[in-house]
């Protein structure tokens, strides 16, 4: 029986803030290139179905192209779909699936369902629209909404106090890069327009705040192969902004569990019984990406003192060269480019301080 309660829905952004479980039909490359935040690909075709079919409607036409799915559809192959589909639909009983535009696809999968006793209602207009309203509600947010940027020269410790403050976006941790040279973690970056998606959903749970300004990171327009929306890199660069600081050593012992031992860890787990020549040779590539901007005597010294800071790293545990090597880092590389990137925005600085005093003040400005 056809549960009143359950009929087809169009896209709206309370669907998507509701956390509501999708079932995205679509083929796997569709599916990669961009999704619904936490929607599940149970696709009714596989790529290379998808790619045969898309020729056929080209060459033939939409009733051809159906009559080819419809030969592509053996019993087999249909009972795999409708057991996946099935599977998804028990699981998640308040759940909505797509397909590109909410068409072929999307019905095709519902009537199968149908006809195996389930009913499982889409969304109109299928992934299409409910891209649309993330689209809107991010330029919403962009055009109506302050932003304020958090600033700080590198390990001050900008993403514990972005993850602290409740009013805030993660632009870096969404991402999957820490939006430097050595800003690549051991798992792949999500695809552009995921990222996206996940941002636009982001900021509007954030309207539960009321008009709070939004606390950002200072990105370049680049995190990775991640490109910042335009439109939010120039409202960034506007942006009030908040100066982290933090002392030297703070910065030397984060920046060295950052990235060396969380490094350590990760080549750990691929060579168990040997992982310094996997450190080595993945700091040495990091240092070689920024060679030009280090210049050739000092990214010569610093590549020549990483073999000693592994060695004494694997012997005895001393991450001493380490902590020179990134002390250095910070003091000739990255604490001048800091400075005279700040210094161009200086009239935007409304405050300056340590993780505690930044949230004192974050706080305090909420209650003004």
């Not at 910065?251 to 990235?259: E, G, I, M, T």
């Not at 990214?299 to 012997?315: N, S």
């Not at 380490?322 to 700040?342: A, G, S, V």
Request: net charge negative; with cysteine.
């Amino acid at each position: 029986m056809r549960d009143p309660h359950r009929d087809d829905i169009d896209a709206s952004l309370d669907l998507l803030l509701d956390q509501t479980p999708f079932m995205d039909v679509r083929a796997p490359i569709e599916f990669e290139h961009g999704a619904i935040p936490g929607a599940v690909n149970v696709p009714i075709l596989d790529d290379d179905q998808r790619a045969a079919i898309g020729t056929r409607y080209k060459e033939a036409g939409q009733d051809a192209a159906i009559e080819l799915g419809l030969e592509l559809a053996t019993p087999d192959i249909r009972a795999e779909r409708l057991d996946a589909w099935a599977s998804f639909a028990r699981q998640h009983p308040n759940g909505y699936l797509y397909c590109f535009r909410g068409g072929l696809r999307s019905n095709t999968t519902q009537a199968w369902l149908r006809e195996a006793g389930i009913h499982f209602p889409l969304v109109r207009g299928g992934y299409k629209a409910l891209r649309r309203v993330l689209i809107d509600a991010f330029e919403e947010r962009l055009a109506t909404r302050n932003l304020q940027v958090l600033a700080g020269p590198t390990g001050s410790g900008k993403t514990e106090v972005i993850h602290a403050w409740r009013v805030s976006l993660d632009l870096e941790g969404r991402a999957g890069h820490r939006g430097s040279a050595f800003g690549a973690t051991f798992a792949p970056q999500p695809a552009q327009i995921d990222w996206e998606n996940q941002i636009s959903l982001d900021w509007a749970r954030l309207d539960v705040h009321g008009d709070a300004p939004v606390l950002v990171e200072d990105e370049a327009h680049l995190i990775g192969r991640i490109h910042l929306i335009p439109e939010l890199h120039h409202k960034m660069q506007k942006a009030p902004v908040i100066a982290l600081e933090a002392p030297m050593q703070e910065r030397v012992d984060r920046l060295l569990d950052d990235y060396v031992n969380h490094a350590l860890q990760h080549f750990s787990q691929q060579e168990p019984d040997n992982p310094w020549p996997l450190l080595g040779d993945y700091v040495s590539q990091n240092l070689h990406r920024i060679r030009k901007r280090l210049g050739g005597v000092r990214h010569e010294q610093l590549q020549q003192a990483v073999p000693d800071a592994v060695d004494a790293m694997a012997r005895q545990r001393d991450p001493g060269g380490f902590n020179r090597i990134i002390e250095t880092l910070l003091t000739d590389y990255y604490d001048p480019m800091y400075q005279y990137q700040l210094s161009g925005r200086a009239d935007q600085v409304v405050f300056r301080g340590n993780a505690e005093a930044v949230l004192d003040w974050l706080e305090h400005q909420r209650h003004v």
